[in-house]
């Protein structure tokens, strides 16, 4: 089984949401020989530095868009987590240009980075916005996904770096996410939904955290690791944390999908289950293999397969959904 203790961690945007709790996790349960913090701001990488207070962690400022700088940051690593991006939907509808340069630009760096020093395991966070994208976050998060899981190709018989991509939906009260939004409007009565039918998938903090980190002992390159996650409408949220409030529907923002989707039937066709997850892989996986018996209890996806939040079979009740709730104030 692929351990991470003893080994040297680099995460990109390893200050965001993400990064801060997959650093806690780390420390807490990986035993790591050091963890490598790369990102732009010094003022969020002292913070976490001063909440850490661990001498495992080396803050490094550097860009995804700068090559050089990832280059020296990633010598000696052993795996690269990739975090950072432009994830903001109507940020990167009005500066276009700016998430291509770091969300495809930086993953390319990324991964030339890796290639260059020989770094075994990479794997990028991907997100739901990506499968059939229809605003600029998502088209340049699939356009990353395509380059880590083809640049598997471009190790050759030298090198040992494998790419792998794990995707999921909405971060529980992540940064910019609806929860944070509906807390601001509780006090006044009146809470802004865009569309009454609207569905989103759900995953936790500590779960994504966790999810990339089993899917980074499996992987072998190659992979979209997809975590199976419950849906909840947006409406049902509303009334959960709101009881009473009313609802005033704004109607659906620019790039913005009534119903979310993480695997299409495209993908879909090359798509396996496993209990916990699905593993998509490549259509055209030229100079590598994927083993299958080495994920296990892995079983082919039968017929014409996708998954989307309104088809999905497992959705929140209002029980649970205040039950997550409480696990999101526990971690906040
Ligand atoms: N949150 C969600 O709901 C969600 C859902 C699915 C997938 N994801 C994916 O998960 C990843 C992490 O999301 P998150 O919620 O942790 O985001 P976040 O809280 O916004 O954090 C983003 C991180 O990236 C860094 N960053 C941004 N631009 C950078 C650049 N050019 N060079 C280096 N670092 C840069 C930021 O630090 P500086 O600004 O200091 O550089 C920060 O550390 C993203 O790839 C996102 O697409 C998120």
């Known amino acids: 089984m692929y351990s991470l203790k003893r080994k040297v961690i680099l995460i990109t945007g390893g200050t965001g949401s993400f990064g801060r709790a997959c650093v806690k996790t780390l420390l807490e349960k990986h035993n790591p020989k050091a963890i490598r913090i790369y990102s732009r701001d010094e003022l969020k990488q002292w913070e976490m530095s001063r909440k850490f207070n661990s001498d495992k962690l080396r803050f490094l400022i550097g860009d995804v868009r700068d090559y050089e700088r990832l280059r020296r940051a990633t010598e000696g690593v052993d795996v690269i987590i990739h975090a950072a991006a432009l994830k903001q ?92 939004l509906f807390r601001a409007q509780q006090a006044s009565g009146e809470l802004t939904v865009t569309h009454p039918e609207m569905t989103r998938f759900w ?65 879909g066709r090359h798509a396996y289950e496993m209990k916990d997850r699905y593993v998509v892989l490549s259509a055209s996986p030229i100079g590598w293999d994927n083993d299958l018996r080495k994920y296990k209890g892995v079983k082919k996806m039968k017929g014409e397969f996708e998954y989307h939040s309104h088809t999905n079979k497992h959705f929140l009740d209002h029980h649970s959904m205040r039950r997550l709730l409480k696990e999101v104030e526990k971690h906040a």
């Open 89 to 180: 939907v109507p940020a990167a509808e009005y500066n276009p240009m700016e998430a291509v340069k770091t969300n495809i630009g930086g993953a390319m760096n990324v991964i030339n980075a890796a290639l260059d020093n020989n770094v075994p395991r990479v794997i990028a966070l991907s997100t739901d916005k990506a499968a059939a994208p229809v605003n600029t976050y998502g088209a340049t998060k699939l356009v990353a996904d395509r380059l880590f899981i083809q640049s598997n190709a471009y190790r050759g018989p030298k090198r040992d770096t494998r790419f792998s991509v794990v995707r999921y939906g909405n971060v529980l009260a992540s940064r910019g996410s609806v929860i944070p």
């Open 203 to 267: 995953i936790s903090l500590p779960q994504s955290v966790d999810f990339v980190l089993t899917s980074l002992a499996i992987m072998q390159g190659g992979e979209m690791f997809v975590p199976k996650i419950p849906s909840m409408k947006i409406m049902d949220l509303a009334k959960v944390m709101a009881p009473g409030a009313t609802c005033r529907i704004v109607g659906i923002r620019p790039g913005e999908k009534i119903h979310e989707c993480l695997i299409t039937k495209e993908e």
